[in-house]
């Protein structure tokens, strides 16, 4: 066999490993899934009962569940008490956050160095009267005033009449605005669906701006307003904002509110987070066309990952200035109303990924929505993992660590590297000698932060734990391309892990990547950090103490994601990005070493990733205890003040992926509606 047909011959038996080992990841999760429905249906006594009465008893199990979900009666108590927070704060966001007239009168008045002219496309089709008329009055009713209305209308020969004679009446009113009005409307001679109707909205458009807006939804009488005060101070060519869905009639009858991340590349190829109210500059369409009609169901997935890979300033408006309607046969309502835009969202992001120079991928929808995906990426070789655990007695935690990995994990190339770190117990020898002799013995090497002398006081005497120095020391002492930190107190629970992690830390463009960890009760313990959460306003960890079924905020459990930091306790980097920004900081003996670590990554411009389907127990603080009294309190607090000295700047700005509108004072994603009224007016 020639050299040829062994490299062919390697790298199609390398991607089938990974597939078969994602494919034992799901099939075990699918056997758990499995396991749970067959012991519902065998614990139900009247399954050969009627129809109704079947309905009605897994409308009492879908109930249960719910309650399960919250983990115990105090995550039951804390749920609702989250949905009294935002039945709350819904009264803010409806009709009572709309203009008095003295901010309209300044608003319209207001006078910016640049004051573009906003093309709104709005493709019609059949459109109800009541629809069309709220539509149209919430356009007219901006207080940014330089605007062009483009309806192209598809309609039947049943509806065109009504359609157009609407038209036509607010058409009237517009006269003395801009040679004739600021409403144009196109009749198309057959209906060429949402990206050929756009399309023809898009002919008639003569602004800098093109905004685009559904036929059945509503805008806050400040989107523009604003919108052109973040092009002004911000030079934004893409710019988009919060939203809700509402049912029938009545805006401030909202069923859901959604708070949006800042741009996150990888949040938007999992899931269509910016969706409304999208207003870009015209001239990221150079080229290229507006709504690609092969991708119609999901188009405006398409063109905002099209437009926002081109765009320089991609900014984020964090206000609710968007109503989207919910109705029969609305996506809002119901995505099996469109089944085509499930094949046409994963499409839109192959697409997009292709065009990225990723070759061999696979998107599946997740347990979140069918349209919120995972994305598989290719592991690029075998390239050898170190993994560091430091490591003070704790024998039995160590062992139950280091076999977890030997066991579950399907990614062979890799050492474990144990730092430790002062131990005189004889249970942690006698285990590091069966390390020496036994199966592992090739696998996991123990390397003796004190030995020799190394790190000890001038006396002799041992310093205080510093465990960004031990982590750092087991860092040097491995060789593997690709570093993992990890506690020694974690257990893995995926087979594929490794290969989750190293998915993105392969990546140019990313940093640090963190994995999902629980509790041993399945309450998670990590699903990404956010800035200034928590009572020392440093960082926290999000969806804390929920419970691991979850989905978490928007899905957001479900999918792997941009965030500002990942806990050291489990966190994947290439050994070349570990060196390029220094290891830990040392300064940070004990806590926020990590959080330190990777915004020293995002200073670097790296994203730092966390993916849910990387998971592991962690017995939380085992080793070391926890930071709430006595001297441990104290070193916490002075670690803290260190953290906000060095990184004022960056957390006076807010984490970027944590909408403002949320409570800092808890890990749920409550809104802060003390704070509402300050968001108002910035």
Request: charged share 25%; with cysteine; glycine share 6%.
């Given at each position: 066999?020639?050299?040829?047909?062994?490299?062919?011959?390697?790298?199609?038996?390398?991607?089938?490993?990974?597939?078969?080992?994602?494919?034992?990841?799901?099939?075990?999760?699918?056997?758990?899934?499995?396991?749970?429905?067959?012991?519902?249906?065998?614990?139900?006594?009247?399954?050969?009962?009627?129809?109704?009465?079947?309905?009605?008893?897994?409308?009492?199990?879908?109930?249960?569940?719910?309650?399960?979900?919250?983990?115990?009666?105090?995550?039951?108590?804390?749920?609702?008490?989250?949905?009294?927070?935002?039945?709350?704060?819904?009264?803010?966001?409806?009709?009572?956050?709309?203009p008095s007239e003295e901010t309209r009168k300044a608003q319209e008045s207001a006078v910016f160095e640049k004051m573009p002219l906003i093309s709104i496309l709005v493709p019609l089709y059949n459109t109800p009267e009541k629809f069309l008329r709220d539509m149209i009055e919430s356009v007219i009713a901006q207080t940014y005033s330089n605007w062009q209305l483009c309806l192209a209308d598809g309609s039947d020969a049943e509806h065109i009449e009504l359609v157009s004679r609407i038209v036509r009446e607010y058409q009237e009113k517009e006269k003395s605005f801009r040679n004739g009005g600021r409403i144009c409307y196109m009749k198309l001679e057959k209906n060429e669906g949402i990206s050929g109707n756009t399309n023809h909205c898009l002919e008639m458009a003569?602004?800098?701006?093109?905004?685009?807006?559904?036929?059945?939804?509503?805008?806050?009488?400040?989107?523009?307003?604003?919108?052109?005060?973040?092009?002004?101070?911000?030079?934004?060519?893409?710019?988009?904002?919060?939203?809700?869905?509402?049912?029938?009639?009545?805006?401030?009858?909202?069923?859901?509110?959604?708070?949006?991340?800042?741009?996150?590349i990888d949040n938007l190829r999992a899931n269509n987070y910016i969706c409304h109210f999208s207003?870009?500059?015209?001239?990221?369409?150079?080229?290229?066309?507006?709504?690609?009609?092969?991708?119609?169901?999901?188009?405006?997935h398409d063109m905002i990952l099209r437009l926002t890979d081109r765009a320089e300033h991609i900014v984020h408006v964090p206000k609710l200035l968007y109503y989207w309607r919910s109705h029969a046969g609305?996506?809002?309502?119901?995505?099996?109303?469109?089944?085509?835009?499930?094949?046409?969202?994963?499409?839109?992001?192959?697409?997009?990924?292709?065009?990225h120079g990723y070759d061999h991928f696979?998107?599946?929808?997740?347990?979140?929505?069918?349209?919120?995906?995972?994305?598989?990426?290719?592991?690029?070789?075998?390239?050898?993992?170190?993994i560091v655990i430091p490591n003070c007695e704790h024998a039995e935690d160590l062992r139950r660590c280091i076999s977890s990995i030997y066991e579950?994990?399907?990614?062979?190339?890799?050492?474990?590297i144990v730092v430790e770190n002062g131990s005189t117990g004889s249970e942690i020898k006698g285990y590091y000698e069966e390390l020496k002799t036994g199966s592992l013995k090739d696998i996991v090497k123990v390397v003796d932060f004190y030995e020799n002398g190394a790190h000890l006081n001038a006396d002799g005497s041992k310093p205080p734990f510093n465990y960004s120095a031990v982590v750092n020391y087991g860092v040097q002492h491995s060789d593997g391309e690709y570093i993992i930190l990890l506690n020694n107190d974690t257990q893995v629970i995926t087979v594929n892990w490794m290969e989750e992690l190293l998915m993105y830390a392969q990546r140019a463009d990313v940093g640090a990547v963190g994995g999902k960890l629980y509790f041993p009760d399945r309450k998670i313990q990590h699903a990404g950090v956010v800035l200034k959460l928590g009572a020392h306003r440093t960082a926290g960890h999000s969806h804390y103490g929920q419970a691991g079924m979850n989905l978490g905020y928007m899905g957001r459990l479900c999918?792997?994601?941009?965030?500002?930091?990942?806990?050291?306790?489990?966190?994947?980097?290439?050994?070349?990005k570990y060196d390029e920004v220094g290891g830990l900081d040392e300064g940070f003996a004990v806590s926020l070493n990590d959080v330190d670590f990777c915004l020293k990554l995002r200073e670097k411009g790296y994203l730092n990733?966390?993916?849910?389907?990387?998971?592991?127990?962690h017995y939380e603080s085992l080793s070391r205890g926890l930071d709430l009294e006595g001297k441990n309190a104290e070193r916490y607090e002075k670690e803290s003040e260190h953290f906000r000295s060095k990184w004022k700047e960056v957390l006076d700005k807010g984490d970027p992926y944590y909408n403002p509108n949320f409570s800092l004072d808890r890990s749920d994603f409550s809104l802060n509606v003390e704070g509402y009224s300050s968001l108002r007016t910035q």
């Amino acid at each position: 066999m020639s050299e040829m047909d062994y490299k062919s011959a390697y790298e199609r038996e390398k991607l089938k490993s990974a597939d078969l080992a994602e494919r034992i990841a799901e099939l075990e999760d699918k056997n758990q899934e499995l396991q749970f429905k067959l012991d519902r249906i065998k614990n139900n006594p009247i399954w050969k009962a009627s129809t109704p009465a079947r309905n009605a008893m897994h409308w009492v199990i879908r109930q249960r569940d719910r309650v399960r979900n919250q983990g115990s009666l105090r995550g039951v108590v804390a749920k609702i008490k989250y949905k009294q927070i935002e039945k709350k704060a819904m009264t803010h966001y409806g009709t009572e956050s709309f203009p008095s007239e003295e901010t309209r009168k300044a608003q319209e008045s207001a006078v910016f160095e640049k004051m573009p002219l906003i093309s709104i496309l709005v493709p019609l089709y059949n459109t109800p009267e009541k629809f069309l008329r709220d539509m149209i009055e919430s356009v007219i009713a901006q207080t940014y005033s330089n605007w062009q209305l483009c309806l192209a209308d598809g309609s039947d020969a049943e509806h065109i009449e009504l359609v157009s004679r609407i038209v036509r009446e607010y058409q009237e009113k517009e006269k003395s605005f801009r040679n004739g009005g600021r409403i144009c409307y196109m009749k198309l001679e057959k209906n060429e669906g949402i990206s050929g109707n756009t399309n023809h909205c898009l002919e008639m458009a003569e602004g800098e701006y093109i905004g685009l807006f559904d036929h059945d939804d509503i805008l806050h009488p400040e989107v523009l307003y604003w919108y052109v005060k973040a092009i002004n101070e911000e030079n934004a060519d893409y710019i988009y904002c919060d939203e809700t869905t509402f049912k029938g009639d009545d805006i401030n009858k909202m069923i859901t509110m959604h708070f949006k991340p800042d741009y996150a590349i990888d949040n938007l190829r999992a899931n269509n987070y910016i969706c409304h109210f999208s207003v870009f500059k015209r001239t990221l369409l150079d080229g290229t066309e507006l709504f690609r009609t092969k991708f119609d169901g999901s188009q405006d997935h398409d063109m905002i990952l099209r437009l926002t890979d081109r765009a320089e300033h991609i900014v984020h408006v964090p206000k609710l200035l968007y109503y989207w309607r919910s109705h029969a046969g609305s996506v809002a309502s119901d995505i099996n109303a469109k089944p085509y835009a499930i094949d046409a969202a994963k499409g839109a992001v192959a697409d997009h990924l292709r065009r990225h120079g990723y070759d061999h991928f696979k998107i599946t929808s997740t347990r979140a929505f069918e349209t919120i995906f995972k994305i598989t990426y290719e592991v690029m070789g075998t390239p050898k993992i170190s993994i560091v655990i430091p490591n003070c007695e704790h024998a039995e935690d160590l062992r139950r660590c280091i076999s977890s990995i030997y066991e579950k994990s399907v990614y062979d190339n890799y050492e474990i590297i144990v730092v430790e770190n002062g131990s005189t117990g004889s249970e942690i020898k006698g285990y590091y000698e069966e390390l020496k002799t036994g199966s592992l013995k090739d696998i996991v090497k123990v390397v003796d932060f004190y030995e020799n002398g190394a790190h000890l006081n001038a006396d002799g005497s041992k310093p205080p734990f510093n465990y960004s120095a031990v982590v750092n020391y087991g860092v040097q002492h491995s060789d593997g391309e690709y570093i993992i930190l990890l506690n020694n107190d974690t257990q893995v629970i995926t087979v594929n892990w490794m290969e989750e992690l190293l998915m993105y830390a392969q990546r140019a463009d990313v940093g640090a990547v963190g994995g999902k960890l629980y509790f041993p009760d399945r309450k998670i313990q990590h699903a990404g950090v956010v800035l200034k959460l928590g009572a020392h306003r440093t960082a926290g960890h999000s969806h804390y103490g929920q419970a691991g079924m979850n989905l978490g905020y928007m899905g957001r459990l479900c999918y792997a994601q941009d965030v500002s930091a990942v806990t050291g306790a489990c966190l994947m980097i290439s050994r070349a990005k570990y060196d390029e920004v220094g290891g830990l900081d040392e300064g940070f003996a004990v806590s926020l070493n990590d959080v330190d670590f990777c915004l020293k990554l995002r200073e670097k411009g790296y994203l730092n990733v966390f993916t849910p389907f990387a998971e592991l127990f962690h017995y939380e603080s085992l080793s070391r205890g926890l930071d709430l009294e006595g001297k441990n309190a104290e070193r916490y607090e002075k670690e803290s003040e260190h953290f906000r000295s060095k990184w004022k700047e960056v957390l006076d700005k807010g984490d970027p992926y944590y909408n403002p509108n949320f409570s800092l004072d808890r890990s749920d994603f409550s809104l802060n509606v003390e704070g509402y009224s300050s968001l108002r007016t910035q």
